[in-house]
């Protein structure tokens, strides 16, 4: 018999507001900077004393301190594993962030990124000794030719907004081989456009104009056109757009500007909701990236870097970036200069090089596993069932919520604020309230062609248990919105690590470096 | 000298012979709390419509447009120093520049108050 005498039941406490010694809250751990819990004295690692060497840094050696922060190995590993707890991942729960595209990044595609001949890679390794690597670049790069229907594709640009500077440099440099960059300095995105395309745009030289959007969401056909003429670059659109709208008169859009003399951008971020089912090659696109760690599964948000291969028409490919991988009688090469390009071909002018080698292996590596273990078949299911999810989110929530824009929706669902109308509660204060509720908020306040926006992208990975849930979670803090809860809303996040956050003091006196004058106030 | 408006909810009014021009109060209010503002140069000059400074909030980033066109005179660089001041008193102290207008005839066609107010009040 046990006779030690220990309750084994419930205790009645509800400690909700117990202060803890540490600050902690049970396995909620409060988590200093690295510079505040170890001390300058302090190393992790015994290296031997160096061999006195003459110095012959000229006098410009340190004087002071290098102030790096010293922890024991077992203190990094906490404090690390500390803060990866503090964070929210696509592994934990849903991620409904518009335009973001969060799908699940599946394991096997790992597996196959920590194979040795792709994990451990050296870019200045020879071609002979990487054959596998390069073909695998040149498959990926064959899919992703088929899947957009496009003749030509740069792998090397690290993410979306690279490629879209890799797009428009690729137009600014078929402009200036047609001896007309000189009066075509004009390019048109529409007003709810990702921030990423004006300024792109504007980087390369050109000024920026908006395209006018109809009544429906999508670019007004005839504002568009009265607004082309000779000193056209180009245009940027993404299809679907960001109101998570399909541009239906796309086909005519194109038209109209090729007839004008200029070049098609397609902004990919959204290639999800049409991958499979629609070849952007067919749309009249000149220029597309493609966002691997959206539409093809690798991981971002802080997860892993992004890779942004772009897709290039005939009437721009010559001027693709170097390297690129040709094969040539079985054996796979690099062509890494802008010689070597025009020795390719008569009328190649490569752009040059964007960057130092060939782009982010690792993601494609796990790009391909996607596409490989998805097949054409499940790339266009994934497709289909990103945009039936959406809709589903869409019909639920429009019981309680006012969606932006009327009818069926693409892969991401777009509401307005006219549901929080005089209730006191405003986006930001709903997205705050979802914190409590266990979901990473939407994307709010984008596009700003809607008032108080709410972007809701759920993607293909999940299931209607987790859409259920979540649109549950939605419409239950709706009814408490409109209930008069405002209070309650203001107040929101109160169960996060930490509760509302001073966006203004942190954007009007932001705090951007540690000092040790910061320890010394800490410990007091 | 009465206010006017315009659809992008800049205003303006006379002070001698340039022009003070800001952003409205509806439309500071519709911003929230302002974190930054660029303004032009002095000598700087705009066509009606032209992208003409910038001002950030919490929310969002937003172009103010030369609501008439003529030369920039003068800039308040109290709300690049402290962009509060939009919020406290965007139609008062918190004025971005002053326009010597080089054609007057533009500012006719311009909202009055009550004007701008049914306007602001639809969108």
Known sequence: MNNQGRPTGAGEATASNVKTFTGNKALQIEEALSFEIGSFEQTGVDLPEP???????????????IGLPGLSEPETMRHFVRLSQKNYAIDMGPFPLGSCTMKHNPRLNEKMARLPGFGDLHPLAPESAVQGALELIDTLAFWLKELTGMPAVAMSPKAGAHGELCGMMAIKAALEARGEAGKRKRVLAPESAHGTNPATAVQCGFTVENIPADKTGRVDLEALKAKLG????????????????FERDIRAIADAVHEAGGYFYCDGANFNAIAGKV??????????????????????????????????SEALAPFAPVPYVICEDGKYSLVETRRAAKAEGESVESLGRLTAFHGQMGMFVRALSYMMSHGKDGVRQASEDAVLNANYV?????????????????????????????????????????????YHPMTMYF????????????????????????????????????????????????????RRLDETAAARHPVLRWTPAQKAEAAE | MTVKYTEDHEWLKSEGDVYVIGVSAHAAEQLGDVVFVELPEVG????????????????????????ISGDVVEVNNAIVDEPAKVNEDPQGAAWFVKIKPSNPAEIDALMDEGAYKDFAGNS
Do not use: Q, W
């Open chain 2, 44 to 67: 700087k000059t705009f066509a009606k419509g032209d992208e003409m400074a910038v001002v950030e909030s919490v929310k969002a980033a937003s172009d103010v447009y030369a609501p």
């Open chain 1, 394 to 438: 869409l019909a639920r929530l429009k019981t309680e919520m006012t969606p932006a824009f009327e009818g069926h929706c693409m892969h991401e669902a777009l509401f307005d604020d006219r549901f929080l109308k005089d209730t006191g509660v405003e986006t930001i204060d709903f997205a705050k309230a979802m914190i409590d509720e266990g």
């Open chain 1, 51 to 65: 061999a006195s060497n003459a110095n012959r840094l000229g006098g410009l050696d340190r004087k002071s301190d």
């Open chain 1, 447 to 498: 596009p700003l062609v809607v008032h108080g926006a709410m972007l809701i992208e759920p993607t293909e990975s999940e299931s209607k248990r987790e859409l259920d849930l979540f649109c549950g979670a939605m419409l239950s803090l709706a009814k408490r919105a409109k209930a008069g809860e405002a209070d309650a809303f203001k107040a929101a996040p109160v169960y996060a690590p930490r």
């Open chain 1, 279 to 312: 070849r952007p090659g067919d749309l009249g696109v000149d220029a597309m990236h493609i966002n691997l760690h959206k539409t093809f599964s690798t991981p971002h948000g802080g997860g892993g870097p992004g890779s942004g291969p772009t897709v290039l």
């Open chain 1, 230 to 245: 000779d000193d056209i670059a180009g245009i940027m659109v993404t299809n679907p757009n960001t109101c998570g709208l």
